[in-house]
């Protein structure tokens, strides 16, 4: 178990780290021998390369987690946690280094995104870690001759696929929870972000015994869907898109094996006329993730703002993203980075074209792009704020992963709540207001699995997550996530006569 130099050159981390999966407990090639770029999306410019990974890299990882996992199973599960616990403690002290990994890679500005998701990480590992005596089963009034309980199992190898968003706290909810419940975990990391994650998995493999962590990079057809078909992957644990959600339910459902989604959203904020305007306004701009350029399944892309504090509202948050600075995003004074690539980049601009084009809709673009020449390449996108918009435009109904959000006014609260379900996502929802009977009635009303009343947190280590509708299946992050998702219930019954 050497301990890992802390390296803050991320150029030259991202260098060190290229070209290769984590299996077995050792950094190793793709067996076809091909590599794929990785790019800066500040400035366009390579700053290494990831292994092109294809089935029979699957196969090795696959292999490997097989093997390692009778022996992780048969800790006791403290001692599990222990480790996993560990590995937190561990990332913890590489949380700087983590950051500008990310920032480079991603181009979510260190300050406000990529050193604060590095820490969430190492703290989910401590989180999960703390909860391997919490394995339980129960035992049942089943018969008074007989003596009836169950227990938790872990259900083999773990398959996690991940995106490029977060994929630092993306990977922790689901491989600590994997790793606690005494599974062995293949994580497929997403093409666009594979470094700062097998730093990560180099990391945690100081700590773990060999082959109980793998790492493996490359695209969905080709990596992805191998390890979702591998009949040694005994369950899915994928966040994505909906359109790829689909297919991964497809592919387990040959194999019947359980998954986990967590897929889109166009999460609904609700502010009514007696909200207070501070608090809400700075939740709108937290919730809309426009510190991560909005690429974000939980943004509140819909804010339904009461008519009598509508214009008021506008004004107030214009500026508030006005005074956000655009630029580098490994400069401290940088609040917003880049989209994380072309295709993405793209994407959102046809929104924001779409938007342009819609009768009576007005755009407000705020900040202002950066004017320093190297990031003259950059993806970067100046936030806009939509009025005048519809619930049903498709601006409001399709999810974005961008820094667009449409304001929506509203005065009666009966159809603003059918309006806020009007969508075929259903993952966060918020209301906005003092008085408790309307927020109790709303958090009830609302369609979405993570509903809050004046605030607009992430994901926090303890607190179930997760979709309704095509948000996804299953719930992370928690205590009760761990239990039912990466362990099988078995029941035993002792005939004592
Ligand atoms: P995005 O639209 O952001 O690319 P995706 O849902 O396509 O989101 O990607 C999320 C993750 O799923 C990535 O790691 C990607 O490589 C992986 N993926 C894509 N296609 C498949 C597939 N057919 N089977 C398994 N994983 C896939
Ligand atoms: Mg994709």
Not at 452 to 479: C, W
Request: net charge neutral; glycine share 8%; hydrophobic share 45%.
């Amino acid at each position: 178990m050497a301990d890992i130099t802390i390296e803050s050159d991320p150029f030259k981390l991202a260098r060190a780290l290229s070209g290769r999966h984590l299996i077995d407990g050792a950094f190793v090639a793709a067996k076809g021998g091909k590599t794929f770029p990785v790019a800066n999306p500040a400035t366009g410019a390579e700053i290494g390369t990831a292994a092109y990974g294809e089935a029979a890299d699957v196969d090795a990882a696959v292999a490997a987690a097989k093997a390692a996992q009778k022996g992780w199973a048969k800790l006791a599960a403290r001692s599990r946690g222990k480790l996993v616990a560990e590995c937190g403690r561990v990332l913890a002290g590489h949380v700087d280094e983590l950051g500008r990994l990310i920032a480079l890679e991603t181009g979510k500005a260190l300050r406000t995104e990529s050193r604060v998701e590095a820490s969430v990480l190492a703290d989910m590992f401590v989180f999960f870690g703390g909860l391997g005596s919490e394995l339980k089963g129960e035992t049942i009034p089943f018969n008074p001759d007989m003596m009836t309980l169950t227990m938790r199992e872990p259900v083999g190898v773990v398959a996690c696929i991940i995106p490029w968003n977060v994929p630092l706290l993306l990977m922790a909810m689901k491989a600590a929870a994997a790793l606690v419940a005494g599974n062995a975990v293949v994580v497929k990391s997403a093409e666009e972000s594979p470094l700062t994650v097998l730093r990560v998995a180099e990391i945690m493999n100081s700590v773990l015994p060999p082959g109980v962590f793998n790492m493996l990079s490359g695209f969905g057809p080709e990596c992805g869907a191998p390890l979702v078909a591998h009949p040694d992957v005994k369950k899915v644990s994928f966040t994505g898109s909906v359109e790829t959600g689909r297919i991964v339910y497809k592919a387990a459902a040959e194999k019947l094996i359980p998954v986990t989604l967590e897929l889109g959203g166009k999460s609904p904020m609700i502010v009514c006329a007696d909200a207070d305007l501070d608090r809400a306004v700075a939740g709108a701009v937290a919730g809309m993730r426009f510190t991560r350029q909005g690429q974000s399944c939980t943004a509140s892309s819909r804010l339904f703002v009461h008519e009598s504090i509508h214009d008021e509202f506008v004004a107030r948050l214009k500026a508030k993203v006005d005074a956000m600075v655009m630029g580098d995003p490994l400069d401290e004074k940088t609040d917003i980075g880049t989209i994380i690539s072309t295709s993405q980049f793209d994407r959102v601009q046809s929104y924001i074209a779409l938007g342009r084009e819609t009768k009576g809709a007005e755009a407000h673009v705020c900040s202002k792009m950066p004017d320093d020449p190297r990031l003259a390449k950059g993806l970067f996108i100046q936030p806009v704020i939509f009025t005048g918009m519809r619930n049903s435009n498709r601006l409001c109904q399709e999810e974005i992963f961008g820094p667009v959000c449409a304001v929506i006014k509203w005065s009666d609260y009966e159809t603003v709540i059918a309006q806020a379900n009007d969508s075929e996502y259903g993952l966060a929802a918020s209301i906005w207001t003092r008085d408790l009977h309307t927020a109790m009635d709303a958090t009830r009303r609302l369609e979405a699995g993570f509903v809050q009343v004046n605030q607009n947190l992430v994901v926090q280590p303890g607190l179930s997550y997760g979709g309704t509708k095509t948000s996804g299946i299953g719930r992370e992050a928690s205590l009760e996530s761990m239990l039912e998702h990466f362990t099988h219930k078995k029941t035993i019954i002792f005939n004592m006569l």
